[in-house]
Nanobody, 121 residues
Framework: QGRLVESGGGLVQAGGSLKLSCVAS????????MGWFRQAPGKEREFVAA????????LYTNSVKGRFTITRDNAKNTVFLQMNSLKPEDTAVYYC??????????????WGQGTQVTVSS
């Protein structure tokens, strides 16, 4: 079964930047919508961003609009999340997701194992 493998997490000071990457082990996992979720300690998992297969359309949760940018490289089965102006409240485990459907369908069929992002104040 295909996998999603995230990388790029780490510790950064408030105001700093990180870029997360997620590689799909099989092209089939990267043939439709892809995106990112996150889960902070003691909180429920929440949607962060999603991108269409073409890369021409994207969605963001309000709290990251203007700071985070999702992109993808279909030739490499990879989706990225550029995170700028990071805040302590962005601290969470970030999960890469992929769907068998359109990016806006709200259905996520594949999940990565997660990568920790910690933003210090």
């Amino acid at each position: 079964q295909g996998r999603l493998v995230e990388s790029g997490g780490g510790l950064v000071q408030a105001g700093g930047s990180l870029k997360l990457s997620c590689v799909a082990s099989e092209r089939a996992l990267a043939n439709n919508g892809m995106g990112w979720f996150r889960q902070a300690p003691g909180k429920e998992r929440e949607f962060v961003a999603a991108i269409s297969w073409s890369g021409g359309n994207s969605l963001y949760t309000n709290s990251v609009k203007g700071r985070f940018t999702i992109t993808r490289d279909n030739a490499k089965n990879t989706v990225f999340l550029q995170m700028n102006s990071l805040k302590p409240e962005d601290t969470a485990v970030y999960y890469c997701v992929a769907s068998d459907y359109d990016y806006a369908a709200g259905r996520w069929d594949y999940w990565g194992q997660g990568t920790q992002v910690t933003v210090s104040s």
